[in-house]
């Protein structure tokens, strides 16, 4: 079986910076792993929180940036200029279809809902075998693991299959999921 290479990732995080500076760090990390990796962004198109750090780290140091937004957002996330390219969709599933069809893999960093509503749509999506893309938790100084807990009890108590946990690979570091995403 040939593995793919992975060209493009997307990166789910927040459009809000976090209360902890470190998380900034991590998405600064994330953007410049993605451009010496000569990958891709795709990514949400907003230039606030954590998207914008990512955003503007990655195209910073060469790596192309594809921004994907829904019109309603246009206005609140104050889209990120200077993207390789940039589409505005018509509403959210658009938006959540085209970054999936645009990538080769998913890394998760920290955010809020919204964060929570894509990694969970691309982890049921594959548990479907809709897809064998990697989706990578960032469980970046425990922020996720909580949620680890809960897909832990969601196994465990007979919701999920244990061969659902390994559909989510879960790292700590950007240069784990890099590796991760290289090997």
């Given at each position: 079986m040939t593995v793919k290479k992975i060209k493009s990732v997307c990166v789910y995080c927040g459009s809000r910076m976090g209360n902890k500076p470190a998380y900034e760090e991590l998405a600064t990390e994330v953007g410049k792993l993605l451009a010496s990796n000569d990958m891709t962004l795709v990514y949400g198109a907003g230039s606030i929180g954590l998207m914008g750090v990512v955003a503007r780290a990655a195209k910073d140091a060469g790596a192309p940036v594809i921004g994907i937004i829904p019109e309603h957002l246009d206005a609140i996330e104050?889209?990120?200029?200077?993207?390789?390219?940039?589409?505005?969709t018509d509403d959210m599933h658009e938006r959540k279809k085209m970054?999936?069809?645009?990538?080769?893999?998913?890394?998760?960093?920290p955010g809020g809902l919204g964060t929570l509503d894509e990694t969970m749509e691309m982890l049921?999506?594959?548990?479907?075998?809709?897809?064998?893309?990697?989706?990578?938790?960032?469980?970046?100084?425990?922020?996720?693991?909580?949620?680890?807990?809960?897909?832990?009890?969601?196994?465990?108590?007979?919701f999920a299959s244990e061969e659902h946990t390994d559909l989510l690979t879960i790292v700590e570091s950007a240069e784990q999921a890099f590796e991760h995403l290289t090997s």
């Open positions: 104050i889209t990120q200029e200077g993207l390789e390219e940039l589409h505005v970054m999936f069809d645009r990538s080769d893999a998913f890394i998760v960093l049921t999506w594959a548990q479907l075998s809709l897809h064998k893309k990697p989706i990578i938790l960032l469980n970046y100084k425990e922020f996720w693991s909580p949620l680890v807990g809960l897909l832990k009890h969601i196994t465990d108590d007979g």
